[in-house]
């Protein structure tokens, strides 16, 4: 319950110790820094920047003293409160990044956009597809919500996994792949980042990077021999 939990909480854009706090919280209602630290296996010298990460955010509350105590505010109002906060923060950012996509695709700006969180990542990977009538992808074995996207697709999409998906595309198996990157339109590379922090896809606009992305993708699929292939 405790991972699926964490999940969900990082679903929400929590980040992994931000996640990890917040869980332990939920079942201590109150603890000082230090119990905080050993309860969710967060390093001590990251606990104070995450709770207070986690109190701006309006999830948690900060008493002061000698020690200081971290309390839970009512899940039931903090959750309600923190998601109108980021939905219109979310809709607003995607909107940004769908503008700086148009424009940037049409010219020769080379330019690149760090964006974290699971939840944004997700909408923003959708708005693309839905834009693209050409993606490419290689990814090693993909998250359930990708493929999930990808069934839904109508255009034209080549993918390149590690793992055995029914999907109705043109699909390459292969061992061991290193790289998870998809390219839309061969206009736009997003690439796939994991840190401890959670999960992070970076944007680029930069010809050359896609460039380099496509020869990677074209190698993949014309010069290592597959464990099977699909044509549909």
């Known amino acids: 319950?405790?991972?699926e939990l964490r999940s969900n909480l990082e679903d929400i854009g929590l980040s992994l110790y931000e996640s990890k706090v917040y869980l332990s919280l939920l079942q201590l209602c109150s603890a000082t820094m230090r119990e905080l630290s050993e309860k969710s296996e967060v390093p001590y010298q990251k606990i104070y920047e995450v709770t207070r990460?986690?109190?701006n955010k309006g999830l948690i509350k900060i008493i002061e003293g000698k020690p200081k105590r971290v309390k839970i505010i009512d899940p039931s109002i903090a959750l309600k409160t923190y998601k109108d906060k980021i939905m219109s923060r979310f809709d607003n950012s995607i909107s940004k990044i769908i503008s700086f996509w148009s424009k940037e695709r049409k010219g020769d700006t080379e330019r690149s956009?760090?964006?974290?969180?699971k939840r944004t990542i997700i909408k923003i990977i959708k708005e693309f597809m839905e834009?693209?009538?050409k993606v490419?992808?290689?990814?090693?074995?993909?998250p359930e919500w990708l493929v999930r996207m990808i069934k839904q697709y109508k255009g034209d999409l080549t993918f390149i996994t590690s793992q055995n998906i029914d999907i109705n595309a043109k699909i390459k198996l292969v061992k061991d792949i290193q790289s998870r990157f998809i390219i839309f339109d061969d206009s736009l590379l997003v690439t796939f980042n994991k840190n401890e922090e959670g999960d992070e896809i970076i944007i680029d606009s930069c010809r050359g990077c896609i460039i380099q992305a496509s020869e990677h993708f074209d190698l993949l699929i014309n010069s290592i021999i597959p464990k099977k292939e699909i044509q549909l």
């Open 1 to 3: 319950m405790s991972s």
């Open 53 to 55: 990460s986690l109190e």
């Open 113 to 117: 956009l760090h964006v974290a969180g």
């Open 131 to 133: 834009k693209s009538r």
């Open 136 to 142: 490419k992808i290689v990814y090693d074995k993909p």
